[in-house]
């Protein structure tokens, strides 16, 4: 699926987000290429299908990434939820893990920055979306299981972890 090697062509001096639609297409996903400097695409996981968002902002020199999905936890769970966010994100090095409770999403955030005119790889973009999508594999259980399944945010971590060891 998304850690497959695939032999993209030379990308030479291609922008940020023209390099994002060289990937988009080699793996096949809906895409749409919103404006010069924004791609937004639909990738199916296990669990979700992520609304996955890449854009090049040339005023800081980071290509931003955004993978959502939809999610509206009872109110009563939003305080579990959030410890369970910050247990999460103490897993993860390569982004954060925030709830938008105004537009119902779980978000999945990183930049990359390329300052000083540094050029992005394709194999860099594919493994940053790919990432993306296996933080939210991993966590979304565990995300249910606070919400909806009345466990405690320590219960659901130790479950995301042992999925995780889990798989090979």
Do not use: K
Not at 38 to 43: F, G
Not at 111 to 129: F, S
Request: glycine share 8%; proline share 4%.
């Amino acid at each position: 699926m998304l850690h497959q090697r695939n032999s993209f062509a030379e990308t030479g001096d291609l922008h940020p987000i023209d390099l994002v639609e060289t990937v988009a297409e080699a793996h096949d996903w809906d895409f749409d290429r919103v404006g010069d400097d924004q791609i937004a695409m639909i990738v199916e996981g296990q669990w979700r299908t992520y609304s996955v968002t890449l854009a090049w902002s040339e005023v800081d020199e980071t290509l931003r990434l955004i993978c959502c999905f939809e999610m509206a936890p009872p109110d009563e769970s939003l305080p579990g939820l959030y410890e369970l966010l910050n247990r999460a994100n103490d897993e993860c090095w390569t982004g954060n893990f925030t709830y938008w409770a105004r537009d119902d999403l779980m978000v999945f955030r990183y930049g990359l920055v390329l300052a000083g005119g540094a050029m992005a790889q394709a194999e860099q973009v594919n493994h940053l979306i790919a990432e993306a999508v296996l933080a939210g594999e991993r966590f979304y259980p565990a995300f249910q299981l606070v919400c909806w399944g009345g466990r405690t945010p320590q219960e659901a971590m130790q479950i995301a972890i042992a999925e995780a060891y889990g798989r090979a």
